[in-house]
């Protein structure tokens, strides 16, 4: 969905107003919303009031999934489910290349995969699952 505010991309209220506008502009007969992945855990948590404000119900209709880590993730109700950044061996990275890049402008362009962490909160809805006899289970996600 396009962001309606481009001067906060990342702010709570940029997760709201496109959200809350997104949410409007879709036709009645559209498949339902099962899921959000927010940029950042500001828009997700943005994005959650909208859900709300429209009648749905975090996780039951929709999974939110915010990105950052943040301490409002924790803070949130329901708690969000968001993936932590490493923000340490994200910045010992960056000052590396840049050094080095300082030191030798002409060096060859360095691709970096730094792995987030999953921080499982309580805003993913259950997936049914079917076991060997092809009797329905449910998998539990634990909270915070």
Same mark, same amino acid.
Do not use: K
């Given at each position: 969905?396009?962001?309606? /505010?481009? &001067? #906060?991309? =990342?702010?709570?209220?940029?997760? =709201? #107003?496109? *959200? %809350?506008?997104?949410?409007?502009?879709?036709?009645?007969?559209?498949?339902?919303? *099962? &899921?959000? +992945?927010?940029?950042?855990?500001?828009?997700?948590?943005?994005?959650?009031?909208?859900? %709300?404000?429209?009648?749905? +119900? /975090?996780?039951?209709? $929709?999974?939110? $999934?915010?990105?950052? !880590?943040? @301490?409002?993730?924790?803070?949130?109700?329901?708690?969000?489910?968001? /993936?932590?950044?490493?923000?340490?061996?994200?910045?010992?990275?960056?000052?590396?290349?840049? +050094?080095? *890049?300082?030191?030798?402008? @002409?060096?060859? $362009?360095?691709?970096?995969? /730094?792995? !987030?962490?999953?921080? #499982?909160?309580?805003?993913?809805?259950?997936?049914?699952? *079917?076991?060997?006899?092809?009797?329905?289970? $449910?998998?539990?996600?634990?909270? %915070?």
């Amino acid at each position: 969905m396009p962001s309606v /505010i481009g &001067a #906060e991309p =990342y702010s709570m209220r940029n997760g =709201y #107003e496109s *959200t %809350r506008e997104w949410l409007a502009a879709r036709p009645a007969d559209a498949e339902p919303v *099962t &899921a959000f +992945v927010g940029v950042c855990d500001a828009v997700a948590v943005g994005a959650a009031r909208a859900f %709300r404000e429209a009648g749905l +119900v /975090i996780p039951d209709d $929709v999974s939110l $999934v915010g990105f950052d !880590g943040l @301490d409002l993730a924790e803070f949130h109700n329901p708690q969000l489910t968001t /993936i932590a950044q490493p923000i340490a061996e994200i910045a010992q990275s960056s000052a590396r290349i840049l +050094v080095a *890049t300082i030191d030798d402008p @002409d060096r060859a $362009v360095e691709q970096v995969w /730094i792995r !987030g962490r999953l921080i #499982e909160g309580a805003s993913v809805a259950s997936l049914p699952t *079917t076991d060997m006899a092809g009797s329905a289970q $449910v998998v539990h996600r634990g909270a %915070r």
